[in-house]
């Protein structure tokens, strides 16, 4: 075993404190990661205070891990010591199953193993990315852009990919009318993306207090939410939307803001059951649709396509023993617009 270092929550709603504990040793297609990086994502809050129910304790959460391969297993092909590489929110999968067949593992119906808060296939519970190193199978392990600060990528793992496949699957690009709602981390790549891609962007945000990041984010438009105005101003404006908030909000008059044949993507994860009328989908054959991250072959393709587009996250870096404090601060929505924690902070634990 591993002895390692990290950050733990040890029961629901408690705070993350320095926790220890073993990593499997290394077999012969893992790959040891010293981590170097760890972006927080909303949905560790949602699984340190249990809203859903059956989180696993102690918890050491963390999804977005850019690291340095420290060694290697003896039938590992794909990398070696010293490459720049990063880990998603899973790191196996059944394999087998018509989804992991074709590169779409999020999906595995029969045992996707979650990076954090999850369990392996022999049932020892996983933990994330809050910690000095992980050991992971080198076909669950991306590769991250060489050119590009590894800070700034890590977000892309969760944060990135979350609206990157979306916008693949709905065909965001030239000529498409794309609507983000909710300028935090996940929107705020979707924003960079999308423009990107060459969609035309607008912002869906509370207020008009991000407009002037929106706009340098890449955003053509940007919209509060608060002004009635909107949403009689953008009746059958857009293409695609991609709903990236938690709270609640009416999602009807959202689903008005739809073209005839428009798509509306759940990504953000709201508590609480969403209330939907008939109408508002009858009335213009629109769609609601819901994504979840993406497989490896498509995150890869979305960290290569960052790499060439100079695509980043805009982060706030953090010492580990301020990760309370971000949590606290990501709930306000004051976080411009990823923390990631720099785990060299961990020695001083
Ligand atoms: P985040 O950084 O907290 O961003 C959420 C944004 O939602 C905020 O920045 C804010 O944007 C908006 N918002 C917050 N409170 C609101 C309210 N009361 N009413 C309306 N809008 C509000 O969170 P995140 O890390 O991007 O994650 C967002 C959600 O996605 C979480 O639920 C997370 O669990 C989920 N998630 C899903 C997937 C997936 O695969 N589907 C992957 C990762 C995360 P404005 O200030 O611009 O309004
Ligand atoms: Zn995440
Ligand atoms: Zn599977």
């Not at 040890?10 to 499997?24: E, I, Y």
């Not at 067949?101 to 119906?109: A, F, H, K, V």
Request: proline fraction near 4%.
């Amino acid at each position: 075993m591993i002895k390692t270092k990290g950050y733990a929550a040890m029961a629901a709603k408690a705070a993350l404190g320095p926790f220890s504990f073993d990593r499997r040793e290394r077999r012969e297609n893992d790959v040891v990661i010293d981590i170097k990086y760890c972006g927080i994502c909303h949905s560790a809050i949602h699984q340190v205070r249990d809203e859903r129910g059956g989180s696993i304790f102690p918890m050491v959460p963390g999804h977005e891990i850019a690291g340095v391969v420290a060694s290697i297993g003896g039938k590992v092909t794909k990398f070696k010591a010293g490459d720049k590489v990063g880990v998603g929110c899973f790191v196996d999968s059944c394999r087998k199953c018509p989804e992991c067949r074709s590169g779409i593992e999020q999906y595995c119906g029969e045992g996707l193993v979650l990076t954090y808060n999850g369990r392996e296939h022999d049932g020892t519970p996983t933990f994330g990315g809050y910690s000095e190193s992980i050991v992971v199978d080198e076909n669950y392990v991306l590769r991250m852009p060489d050119d590009l600060p590894l800070a700034a990528c890590a977000p892309l793992l969760c944060a990135g990919i979350t609206l990157y496949s979306p916008l693949m699957h709905w065909q965001a690009g030239p000529g498409k009318k794309v609507a983000i709602i909710g300028l935090g981390g996940l929107g705020h790549m979707g924003v960079k993306l999308a423009h990107a891609l060459g969609a035309e962007t607008t912002v869906l945000s509370q207020s008009l207090k991000k407009q002037s990041d929106g706009k340098r984010l890449g955003a053509d438009h940007f919209h509060a939410t608060s002004d009635p105005q909107t949403f009689a101003r953008l009746q059958r404006y857009f293409d695609l939307i991609i709903n990236t908030v938690s709270a609640e909000m009416d999602w009807n008059q959202y689903l008005g803001l739809l073209k005839v044949d428009g798509s509306m993507v759940v990504v953000g994860a709201p508590e609480k059951q969403i209330p939907i009328g008939a109408f508002p989908l009858i009335m213009g054959r629109r769609s609601l649709a819901g994504s979840a991250i993406g497989g490896i072959q498509e995150t890869q393709e979305m960290l290569d396509f960052c790499g060439k587009r100079n695509v980043v996250s805009d982060i706030e870096i953090t010492p580990i023993q301020k990760v309370n404090e971000a949590y606290e601060r990501v709930l306000k929505s004051d976080v411009r617009y990823r923390f990631v924690i720099d785990m060299a902070s961990l020695k001083a634990s």
